[in-house]
């Protein structure tokens, strides 16, 4: 199994920046994609983009241009850099990663909350 944590999720106004960064743990072999999703309130939980482990990349239409994922993996940690945030792009933000051999999210993270107000 894998350990996921997020961090950096706070308040910001429209307009501004967050970097979100999510710590892997435990079986990190098995996994061959890590995702950010989130999810408002009365809403479903929704992919915001994820990357392979051969660095493919994948974004939401809603979040094209504005946000940037990223992997280090000598820190076993994948990023969402949030630039130009709107007020929808409010919500709890969970990393995601998906094993070898399978189709949907294997471990969640406990999610980390973006709030986007003025």
């Known amino acids: 199994q894998v350990q996921l944590v997020e961090s950096g999720g706070g308040l910001v106004q429209p307009g501004g920046s967050l970097r979100l960064s999510c710590a892997a743990s435990g079986s990190i072999f098995s996994i061959y994609v890590m995702g950010w999703y989130r999810q408002a309130p009365g809403k479903q939980r929704e992919l915001v983009a994820n990357?392979?482990?051969?660095?493919?990349?994948n974004y939401a239409d809603s979040v094209k241009g504005r946000f940037t994922i990223s992997r280090d993996n000598t820190k076993n940690t994948v990023y969402l850099q949030m630039n130009s945030l709107k007020v929808e792009d409010a919500a709890v933000y969970y990393c995601?990663?998906?094993?070898?051999?399978?189709?949907?999210?294997?471990?969640w993270g406990h999610g980390t909350q973006v709030t986007v107000s003025s």
């Open positions: 990357i392979t482990n051969d660095g493919t990349t």
């Open positions: 995601g990663a998906r094993y070898r051999g399978t189709t949907t999210v294997g471990s």
